[in-house]
C-alpha cells in the first residue's frame, strides 16, 4: 500500500493486472455528507490510497491506515455514495469488503466518504493537507502519551501480545457475527438517542459490566475490566493491540469472533468503547489462565486485610469458588502472601502516620492529652526506626465535660483489636448524668497486662485530677469463675446484691446460707463494699451492679476495632464527638426553657 502526493489525486489507478486482489482508494477526510436531492460532499480534502488489498480489508483497518498515513485521528464514519440514493453508511466490515470486491472488476476504483470527529495533527500529512478547519468538530482524539502503569500490569500471565503488525494483521476482523444484533456498533449512538453514554463505576471492578460507548478514566482501568469481565464468565482472552491511543483485545480461541475496541479521548484523556462484539462462540473454561497470582492477590486484598487469620485451603476454594476456575494450591500461596505483604506494608504506612496525627490532634484540640509509648531498647537495625507499643488519647472538652456534671465512678474494660496488627483496646467510660455511658478516654496497647493496665490508669489518674482515691468508684469485670452452680443459688446472689439496706441484706445472706453454705462461706472472702449496694459508698450517687456501660460503648466500635490505628483513632474520635452532640441537640430540644 502506497499514499499519493496531493498533486497525483486525480490521476487514474495504476495497472495492476489481471489476477490482482489490489484496488485504489480514494478518502474525503475533514469534510461533511450533505445528503438530499444533490448529495455531495462539502469540504475537506482526498487521500488517495495506492495498491490497497482488498483481502483483510476491514474499518479497523482503513482507521489505522488513515492515521498512520495521513495522520486523521479521531472517531470515523465511513460512507458510500450511491446514486439516486445518496450517502449509506457502512456499518460493518462484511459491507465494506463486500463493496471493494465489486469494483475488482469495475475500474479498481473505491470512494469513501469519512465523516466524523477527525483531527489533523500533522503540518504535512503525507501529502493529504487539509485547509479545512478541525475545530468544527468535537470529541478529537488526540495522540496523546499513556498514563505512567497503564501498561506494566498482566505481565506474568502472558496476556499482552506483541505489538508488532503481525499481530493485528493475523486477526481475522472479517469474521462476521451470526446476526447483527449480536454486534454492538456505535450505530444509534447514545448523542444521537438523546442519552448519555454510561461510565465505569469503581464500586463495579470486581465484576464490571461493559457497554458499548463506555467511558474509563485510563488504558488501565479498561484493561483490568476487560480482564475481569472475562474471567467472570470462563473466558480467555488477549490485547492484540496497545498503542497510544487504541486497544484491542480478542478470544485467541479458532473460531471465536469475540472482540472489543476501545480509543483514548481528547480533553481528560478517558477511553471510550468503540467497538464491542458481545458474545463468545467457545463455550466455559474452567482452565482460564487469566486467573494469574497477580489478578487474585489485587483482588483479594481487602479480604486478606479483613480476614488476616483465613488459611491457604479456605483462600484457595474461595477464588475457586467465585471465579469458577482451576486455581491451584501453588498459585493460591503466592497470591495470599503477596496480599498480606500489602496489608502489612500498608499497615506500616499508616503507623509512619502516627506521628503526624498526633501533633494534628494536639493542634486542633488544644488540652487534649496524647501520648505514645515505643518499645523500650527496640531500634530496627535498617530503618533505624523504634517500634510502636501503645497510644493513649483523652480528649481535652470529654475530659473537662466528666469533671464538670458526672459522678465520680466510670468502668474499665479491654477488647480485642481485629486489624491485622490486633492488639487491645483498654477504655474508660464514665456515668452521664442522663445515666448513659460516657468515654473518657481509650488506648490501643499489645495487650491486656498488668503492665499495661498500670500504664493506662496513671495516665487516667493524672487527667482525672484523681488525689482522693476514697472518692472514686472503679468497676471492672474480673470474670472469676467460682465453681458454684443453679439457678436457685444465682437468684439468691441477685437478692443480697440488690438489698438496699444492712437489716435486707443480712436477712438474703441467711437465705443463701441456708441453699449452699460453701457459697456463703466463699463471698465472706469479698468485701461487700465490692458487691453490694447496701454497703456501697453514698458519695459516687450510684449503684450500678454491673459494668454495662464498657460493654455498651464496645458494641458501638465493632467497626472502628477492625481498622488500622489511624482509621481505628479517627472512628473513636469521630463516635465520641457525634455522640456528645447528639446529646447536646436532644437536651436543647427537650428542655427549651
Not at 501503645?390 to 481535652?396: D, E, P, Q, S, V
Not at 443453679?486 to 440488690?498: E, I, N
Request: with cysteine.
Amino acid at each position: 500500500m502506497s499514499t499519493r502526493s496531493k498533486e497525483l489525486n486525480n490521476e487514474p489507478p495504476p495497472n495492476y493486472g489481471n489476477g490482482s486482489i489490489e484496488i485504489t482508494m480514494r478518502c474525503y477526510i475533514w469534510g461533511k455528507c450533505i445528503n438530499g436531492h444533490d448529495a455531495h460532499y462539502e469540504g475537506g480534502e482526498i487521500c488517495v490510497f495506492d495498491y490497497v488489498e482488498v483481502t483483510g480489508i476491514s474499518l479497523f483497518e482503513m482507521d489505522r491506515m488513515l492515521e498512520n498515513e495521513a495522520r486523521a485521528y479521531g472517531d470515523k464514519r465511513c460512507h458510500i455514495l450511491i446514486e439516486e440514493y445518496g450517502f449509506r453508511r457502512l456499518w460493518h466490515d462484511k459491507e465494506l469488503y463486500g463493496y471493494c470486491a465489486e469494483y475488482l472488476d469495475y475500474g479498481r476504483r473505491v470512494d469513501l466518504y469519512i465523516e466524523g470527529d477527525v483531527n489533523d495533527e500533522s503540518e504535512d500529512n503525507n501529502g493529504c493537507n487539509s485547509d479545512a478547519s478541525s475545530g468544527e468538530f468535537s470529541g478529537k482524539d488526540s495522540d496523546y502519551e499513556m498514563e505512567e502503569g497503564d501498561d506494566d500490569d498482566y505481565e506474568d500471565n502472558g496476556d499482552i501480545g506483541s505489538d508488532s503488525e503481525n499481530d493485528v494483521d493475523n486477526f481475522d476482523v472479517d469474521a462476521a457475527p451470526d446476526s447483527e444484533s449480536d454486534f454492538e456498533s456505535l450505530h444509534g449512538s447514545g448523542d444521537e438517542q438523546g442519552r448519555k453514554p454510561p461510565t465505569v463505576n469503581p464500586k463495579d471492578m470486581h465484576n464490571p459490566k461493559i457497554k458499548l460507548e463506555q467511558y474509563f478514566s485510563n488504558f488501565k482501568e479498561f484493561k483490568e475490566a476487560v480482564r475481569t469481565w472475562n474471567i467472570k464468565r470462563g473466558r480467555p482472552f488477549k490485547f492484540v493491540k496497545h498503542d497510544k491511543v487504541k486497544v484491542m483485545a480478542k478470544c485467541p480461541r479458532e473460531g471465536c469472533d469475540w472482540y472489543i475496541y476501545a480509543r483514548k479521548l481528547s480533553g481528560a484523556g478517558s477511553v471510550q468503547v468503540r467497538t464491542f462484539q458481545r458474545k463468545h462462540k467457545r463455550g466455559f473454561s474452567y482452565h482460564n489462565e487469566s486467573v494469574s497470582s497477580s489478578w487474585v492477590t489485587k483482588n483479594y486484598c481487602e479480604t486478606v486485610r479483613e480476614n488476616p487469620r483465613l488459611d491457604l485451603k479456605s483462600f484457595t476454594n474461595k477464588v475457586r469458588k467465585e471465579n469458577k476456575c482451576l486455581f491451584s494450591k501453588y498459585q493460591g500461596y503466592r497470591a495470599k502472601r503477596a496480599a498480606t505483604k500489602i496489608v502489612q506494608r500498608d499497615e506500616t504506612d499508616h503507623y509512619k502516620k502516627l506521628p503526624d496525627y498526633i501533633n494534628e490532634i494536639k493542634r486542633s484540640n488544644p488540652g487534649t492529652t496524647v501520648i505514645m509509648k515505643v518499645v523500650d531498647g527496640y531500634c530496627d537495625v535498617v530503618t533505624r526506626q523504634q517500634k510502636f507499643q501503645r497510644l493513649y488519647m483523652c480528649f481535652a472538652g470529654v475530659k473537662q465535660g466528666f469533671l464538670a456534671v458526672c459522678r465520680p465512678i466510670f468502668g474499665l474494660d479491654g477488647t480485642f483489636l481485629k486489624g491485622p496488627a490486633g492488639g487491645v483496646l483498654l477504655t474508660a467510660v464514665g456515668v452521664d448524668p442522663n445515666n448513659g455511658f460516657y468515654s473518657i478516654a481509650y488506648a490501643s496497647t499489645e495487650g491486656e497486662t498488668k503492665d499495661s493496665w498500670m500504664w493506662f490508669l496513671t495516665l487516667l489518674r493524672e487527667d482525672l485530677q484523681i488525689e482522693k482515691n476514697y472518692e472514686w468508684t472503679i468497676m471492672s469485670d474480673k470474670q472469676k469463675v467460682a465453681g458454684f452452680k443453679g439457678t436457685t443459688l444465682r437468684r439468691a446472689l441477685w437478692k443480697a446484691a440488690k438489698a438496699t439496706t444492712l437489716a435486707k441484706f443480712s436477712t438474703k445472706m441467711r437465705e443463701l446460707v441456708e441453699i449452699d453454705i460453701e457459697a456463703a462461706k466463699w463471698l465472706d472472702t469479698k468485701q461487700p463494699i465490692e458487691w453490694t449496694r447496701s454497703h456501697f459508698s453514698t458519695f459516687s450517687k450510684c449503684d450500678m451492679l454491673l459494668n454495662n456501660i464498657c460493654e455498651s460503648f464496645n458494641s458501638k466500635i465493632l467497626n472502628a476495632r477492625e481498622e488500622h490505628i489511624v482509621g481505628l483513632m479517627e472512628s473513636l474520635k469521630h463516635y465520641v464527638m457525634t455522640r456528645l452532640q447528639q446529646n447536646r441537640d436532644m437536651a436543647k430540644n427537650k428542655w427549651k426553657n
